[in-house]
């Protein structure tokens, strides 16, 4: 009798299992909402080899020589990492594989934890190499593992693009046993794999032809998917999540085609599809991809002119974009939820940070992590936050456009995670170039944002085994900063005497505000605070934005449930009139 095992798991989980069940051997990837999962639910499987690299191209790097070197690979990133991995990943497809090469890419439609919204399905498309979308975690699974099979079939690397949604929901998986693929064998072959000009216009011949039979290849996929419903006059052209939404909103009352290889597109089955009907619609979040290939077919479809290019759809959004139904008015609420704006945890050490900056009217140049939220009031001291390590390169320009006196009330702030990823190249730039900006590098013991990752400054691995930690003073002074402090953010005085010192240097410094997450499971405080009868009420601590602390009846109190005794506003108290009780 066979047993069939199945599990309920999330789609970045299921993704793990299929790379899993289909033989990879290395998976490298850098931490970022809403792929972090899969990476670490790999970790799960003693047979892989797993790392957390410095940033996603150093990740796409070594899954591509994993692959050379005969073994199937994987690297997985969000929307914008892929940006940071692209100088790779394109010239990737020109290489080729030896062992199967999958990139794992989750978009995040409506922004839950990105600055910005991409279609990373313009980068299969820039890249010409295939890629498929799953709509569930089953073929999560499924499609990863086809994933490799393609990849070694038509040797190219393939995409798999998630979203937060499939990402981070949950649905049955099959589990099956481990391939045991072994190493494809390597030989020396310059003319695949050396990218000089003279091999890589050769190579491209190879690209145009192999997208060619991939176009042939998906025309005749069972990734592609037809569903005739009787009597239907409309049909619905989707993929991996608005396929779910779309069912739930409209039912049997339509056809759809569903497409799991969403580059290269199957044109012919999409003619046929839209010729058995009077109207068809194209329903994709974010960017019109399919609907424009469609209109490029010469079809007359419906797409965005009805359905909008910001955020996640509802099936809400659907049935009144396609039936004309409206259901905004089927729930009430009794009364209006409040807000719940994001905000720093109690404890959290870069509250102490940014306390200081705001106090002393500077100039911040922001980056991506948790210190994000420094942008908010009452803090409100970050003044720009474009991507991972520009808070340097950004803070080097300002300067240099507005004068020496300028870069004195300037500085940038970025976590120690994301000076590894990409801060390092922007401090040389300044050192190099005569700049005399001033650093603050977080270092918070973590990469927090993303859910506790180590990284090259922690001194673990992602199987938490002790290596080797890079030492940030030793580090920001061999590139050239022969200013380097460290410094505690919670000890407030100090920590305003250090910034008031290095913003006046006319050279670069660099300051370590060093302090740990006030999560990591090592860090113990004791206790909460309490206010006693000193208080004058003048609300100074109100200015931390600590949300255990709040103002009732015109009075501040604190809420022990919520503090952890960290005492960055015993620190901050004018009047001592807080005070800490373990």
Request: aromatic share 6%.
């Amino acid at each position: 009798m066979v047993i069939i095992m199945k599990k309920l798991l999330l789609g970045n989980a299921a993704v793990a299992r299929g790379a899993y069940e289909a033989g990879v051997r290395v998976v490298a990837s850098y931490p970022g909402t809403p792929s972090t999962e899969i990476t670490e639910s790999i970790v799960s499987y003693p047979e892989v080899y797993a790392e957390w690299s410095p940033n996603e191209k150093v990740a796409a790097e070594v899954a591509i020589g994993a692959s050379i070197a005969g073994a199937r690979s994987m690297s997985c990133m969000k929307h914008v990492g892929l940006n940071v991995m692209a100088d790779p990943v394109f010239t990737s497809t020109y290489t080729g594989v030896n062992g199967g090469l999958v990139f794992c890419v989750a978009d995040d439609p409506g922004m839950h934890s990105s600055q910005n919204e991409q279609d990373s399905r313009h980068y299969a498309i820039a890249a010409k190499i295939p890629m498929l979308e799953p709509s569930d975690s089953s073929e999560c699974k499924e499609f990863t593992k086809l994933a490799f099979d393609i990849s070694e079939k038509f040797d190219t690397p393939v995409f798999i693009r998630l979203s937060t949604r499939i990402s981070h929901s949950q649905s049955l998986v099959e589990l099956n046993d481990r391939e045991n693929d072994e190493l494809k064998p390597y030989e020396k072959n310059a003319a695949k794999y050396v990218m000089m000009p003279g091999n890589a216009i050769k190579r491209h011949v190879d690209v145009e032809k192999r997208l060619v039979d991939l176009k042939e290849y998906s025309e005749n996929s069972s990734l592609n998917i037809t569903e005739i419903n009787d009597g239907t006059e409309i049909g619905v052209i989707t993929s991996g999540t608005t396929y779910l939404y779309a069912h739930e909103a409209l039912g049997n009352s339509v056809s759809y085609l569903k497409i799991g290889m969403v580059n290269p597109l199957p044109q012919s089955t999409i003619v046929d599809f839209c010729k058995k009907f009077k109207k068809v619609y194209v329903i994709e979040e974010l960017d019109p991809v399919i609907e424009t290939q469609c209109r490029a077919y010469g079809l007359d479809i419906i797409g965005k002119e009805v359905f909008t290019l910001l955020g996640e759809y509802t099936p809400a959004l659907i049935k009144k974009a396609v039936l004309g139904v409206d259901l905004s008015d089927d729930v009430t609420v009794g009364e209006q939820l409040p807000a719940r704006p994001p905000v720093m945890c109690a404890g959290c050490p870069h509250r102490g940070t940014f306390y200081v900056l705001k106090k002393l009217g500077l100039t911040v140049s922001g980056d991506i992590g948790c210190y994000t939220l420094g942008a908010v009031a009452p803090l409100a001291s970050v003044d720009s936050t474009i991507c991972m390590g520009a808070s340097v390169s950004a803070a080097h320009g300002m300067a240099k456009a507005r004068g020496s006196e300028f870069n004195k009330k300037l500085v940038s702030v970025i976590g120690d995670s994301t000076f590894m990823h990409s801060g390092i190249t922007g401090l040389s730039d300044i050192v190099y170039n005569k700049g005399a900006n001033t650093v603050i590098i977080l270092d918070n013991s973590i990469t927090g944002m993303t859910g506790h990752q180590d990284n090259p400054t922690t001194g673990y691995t992602i199987r938490g085994e002790e290596t080797k930690q890079v030492n940030l003073i030793a580090l920001a002074k061999a590139l050239g900063v022969e200013h380097v402090v460290v410094a505690d953010p919670f000890d407030v005085k100090e920590f305003e005497k250090v910034v008031k010192e290095e913003t006046e240097r006319n050279e670069p410094s660099v300051i370590i505000a060093q302090r740990p997450c006030a999560l990591l499971k090592r860090v113990k405080y004791q206790g909460h605070c309490r206010i006693t009868d000193n208080c004058k009420n003048c609300k100074m601590c109100m200015k931390l934005g600590c949300p255990a602390i709040s103002v009732k009846d015109d009075k501040v109190i604190i809420d022990n449930t919520q503090c952890n005794g960290c005492g960055l506003c015993v620190n901050v108290c004018p009047f001592h009139a807080i005070v800490k009780e373990d």
